[in-house]
């Protein structure tokens, strides 16, 4: 699958099969995701993988629009100390949406399916996710990533729009 037809393919996928996910393929996921590239290159990102039923039950509670049957949650965060600072801090989100990106290209390329639940800035999941992982101040989880294999079919498609589009000639 080359990259144009992978990014297509990309779709939310909201329903899985029980199937699991073996740990070498999460590490495949984790080195695409940490090749993302990062202001500086501060690499500003921390993963949360849950494998934990447990922790999963109540990790997807903490956002009532991200319950979905996935048998693996990654929470994808941005750790303040290891960001840029002052003015420039925020930058670490599209550094980790970056990441989260590529976290999502790659399993479609291998047949799983993803979607992408956001967390930062909405307060209070951030809060009980924060809560449920017991993760200091200065780690901010911006996204929470479903994963698993498929269990809905989606078109691929492009939204191309070409009134989104400025040629400055
Ligand atoms: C920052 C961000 C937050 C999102 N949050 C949610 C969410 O909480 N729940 C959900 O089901 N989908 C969520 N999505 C997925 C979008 O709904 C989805 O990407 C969009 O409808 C386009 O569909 P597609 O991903 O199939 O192309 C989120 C996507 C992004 C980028």
Same mark, same amino acid.
């Given at each position: 699958m080359d990259v144009r037809e992978c990014i297509l393919k990309r779709r939310s996928i909201r329903k899985y099969s029980d199937k699991e996910i073996d740990r070498q393929i999460v590490v495949d996921l984790l080195e695409c995701a940490m090749a993302a590239p990062s202001a500086c290159n501060k690499q500003p990102w921390e993963f949360y993988v849950i494998e934990n039923q447990d922790v999963l039950k109540e990790i997807k509670m903490? %956002?009532?629009? %991200?319950?979905?049957? %996935?048998?693996l949650v990654i929470i994808v965060c941005g750790n303040q100390e290891r960001s840029l600072s /002052? /003015?420039?801090?925020?930058f670490w989100i599209q550094d980790v949406s970056a990441a989260i990106e590529n976290i999502l290209l790659r399993a479609t390329s291998i047949g799983l399916g993803t979607v992408w639940c956001g967390l930062t800035p909405t307060e209070m999941p951030t809060k009980k996710v924060k809560e449920v992982l017991s993760l200091p101040e200065y780690i901010i989880p911006l996204g929470m990533i479903h994963i698993g294999y498929p269990d809905e079919e989606k078109e691929e498609r492009t939204q191309y729009n070409s009134n989104y589009v400025h040629y400055i000639e």
């Open positions: 903490c %956002s009532r629009y %991200s319950q979905f049957n %996935s048998p /002052k /003015k420039d801090n925020d």
